[in-house]
């Protein structure tokens, strides 16, 4: 392992129209593409959500810097061309596939471990999702070896061997604050956390909608948590007692996510606390290991929803503004599993007032979870479950949760598209 003593190092090391994997989340490696700058080589960067700046890079790399995004966070949204910057559609649990059988090799991975323990280990820390998968295939790894990231059990080892150069640093890793909650959020909350029963696995992300959802959720009995990612939310319910572990099937016991994002507080917790686990997003969002544990609620948001059950969730219009994701493997597994629920929870309009719940989806729009698979969608106005239900059924069910001011239009525009059905 050979210290970064510059960013020539990396220049050096990086061959022409070099593709690089980057590390996402809390993890995101800032200080190693910090120092791509000035480079004088083509550079594709591989990347689910990362967080930071690219400004920077953008303004100095110009032509010579492509990007594909397998998620895209706010940092990203505005750059999108579809051309050197593009959006790559992939389910989360298929992205390790993509990574191992893409056309092109990886030829370098950035990422951000903690310090090694006393037998050279370091921790991928809140971050393991397709990195382990990154890693197998990367030809050099480039390691920030931080003292704050913390040392989280389950798959997300790596040992100092395995590393080809390394920067140790000392700073806090990149912390995501909760917003207040509004009244629609909690009155969405306190709907989905109806649908949510003792002794239930729960899949819930980031966000006000989830973390309203957790606030009711504190009273409930052994709850398990198998899930994508988890966040500040869940702490909550760790710490109440509501989450125990002790009936799922897949690691009982034990909190299994690929990634967690949040306050310190957070990491504090997860720090080498046997109870916590990060595996590989292969496996935790594999729908056939999700199903197996028992009555998984499947907890996912929404751009728009159509009356017939159509949702999208990666784009408004043909604007991306994130991805695939793991929706649909989370509303599949939480289908087979027994006594399961996939649940859709949004606010029936935007913060910009407007409606989620439309007659048909934008023009470009993507449809992340087919109606085939819709089944419950929650609002602050109710529960539509659409499972079972025709389409003329479906059209009647979300038009009862959609927002007051938007029923009599939705109405009026349903019988007219009942014409070109």
């Given at each position: ?60 790399l110009?032509?010579k ?14 750059h ?93 890793i ?124 499947a ?52 913060a910009?007032?407007?409606?989620k ?22 609002t ?23 927002h ?12 007219e ?5």
């Open positions: 392992m050979q210290s970064i003593s510059s960013n020539k190092i990396i220049h050096s090391e990086l061959p022409n129209e070099a593709r690089v994997f980057v590390q996402g989340g809390a993890a995101t490696p800032f200080e190693l593409l910090d120092m791509l700058v000035g480079i004088d080589k083509k550079v594709e960067l591989v990347q689910i959500h990362t967080e930071g700046s690219y400004e920077h890079l953008f303004e100095d110009g032509d810097f492509s990007m594909t995004n397998i998620f895209c966070g706010s940092n990203i949204r505005k999108i061309n579809y051309e050197n910057i593009d959006y790559l559609p992939c389910f989360l649990s298929e992205a390790s596939y993509y990574l191992r059988h893409s056309n092109r090799p990886i030829d370098a991975a950035f990422i951000q471990v903690s310090a090694p323990d006393k037998h050279g280990y370091c921790s991928l820390g809140v971050s393991v999702d397709i990195t382990l998968s990154a890693l197998k295939h990367a030809k050099k790894v480039f390691a920030l070896i931080n003292k704050k990231m913390p040392r989280v059990h389950g798959d997300g080892f790596i040992h100092t061997s395995q590393i080809d150069f390394a920067l140790e640093i000392d700073r806090p990149y912390e995501s604050k909760c917003k207040p909650l509004s009244a629609e959020e909690l009155a969405i909350g306190k709907q989905v956390a109806s649908l949510v029963e003792d002794g239930s696995t729960i899949q819930v992300g980031i966000g006000n909608v989830p973390n309203a959802v957790c606030t009711y959720l504190k009273d409930h009995k052994d709850l398990g948590i198998h899930s994508e990612m988890w966040s500040d939310g869940v702490l909550e319910l760790l710490k109440s007692g509501a989450v125990t572990n002790k009936y799922k099937k897949i690691y009982p016991g034990k909190t299994v996510s690929g990634f967690v994002i949040g306050s310190q507080e957070l990491y504090d917790f997860i720090d080498d606390n046997p109870t916590v686990i990060q595996l590989a997003s292969s496996f935790v969002n594999d729908p056939s290991v999700i199903r197996k544990n028992p009555k998984v609620v907890i996912n948001s929404a751009v728009e929803v159509d009356l017939t059950g159509q949702i999208c969730a990666d784009s408004v219009g043909s604007r991306i503004i994130s991805g695939v994701g793991g929706q649909m493997d989370f509303m599949r597994g939480a289908f087979l599993s027994e006594g399961g629920r996939p649940i859709i929870a949004i606010t029936s309009r935007s910009k007032g407007m409606p719940l439309v007659p048909m989806l934008r023009t470009g729009a993507g449809v992340v979870t087919t109606r085939s698979h819709a089944h419950y969608i929650v602050e106005y109710g529960i539509a479950d659409l499972f079972g239900k025709t389409l003329g059924q479906r059209a009647k069910e979300l038009i009862k949760v959609a007051p001011d938007d029923r009599e239009g939705l109405e009026r525009q349903w019988f598209i009942k014409k070109m059905l």
